[in-house]
Nanobody
Framework: QVQLVESGGGLVQAGGSLRLSCVAS????????MGWFRQAPGKEREFVAA????????HYTDSVKGRVTISRDNAKNTVYLEMASVKPEDTAVYYC???????????????????????WGQGTQVTVSS
């Protein structure tokens, strides 16, 4: 059983930055493709970023490109989401998710799909004030 625990959310002013962390326990983290999703009130959960389990490939949704960086530290079983120049529209609950199947094929459209992931964290709230 894999457990994911996010942290690092909070209140930040527009234009500021923050770093979200997600620590995984159970299983072999280095073989997980990891994703970050977010859900704003009244909206569906949307993809933010993903990082491949091997090779370090990354993929971002267009609205965060250039402002957000996903990275991982396999020694710490942790995936990060660094957010810069945040905007009020970034306000949401942010979730990390794990695809534990270690599929070698990397298709960006595939990693955007929530159903790909078999484990989810409980989420961390990010609120951006204008």
């Amino acid at each position: 059983q894999v457990q994911l625990v996010e942290s690092g959310g909070g209140l930040v002013q527009a234009g500021g930055s923050l770093r979200l962390s997600c620590v995984a326990s159970g299983g072999t983290f280095s073989r997980y493709t990891m994703g970050w999703f977010r859900q704003a009130p009244g909206k569906e959960r949307e993809f933010v970023a993903a990082i491949r389990w091997i090779g370090g490939n990354t993929h971002y949704t267009d609205s965060v490109k250039g402002r957000v960086t996903i990275s991982r530290d396999n020694a710490k079983n942790t995936v990060y989401l660094e957010m810069a120049s945040v905007k009020p529209e970034d306000t949401a609950v942010y979730y990390c998710a794990a695809d534990t199947r270690a599929v070698e094929l990397w298709i960006p459209a595939r990693v955007r799909t929530p159903t790909l992931y078999d484990y989810w964290g409980q989420g961390t709230q990010v609120t951006v004030s204008s």
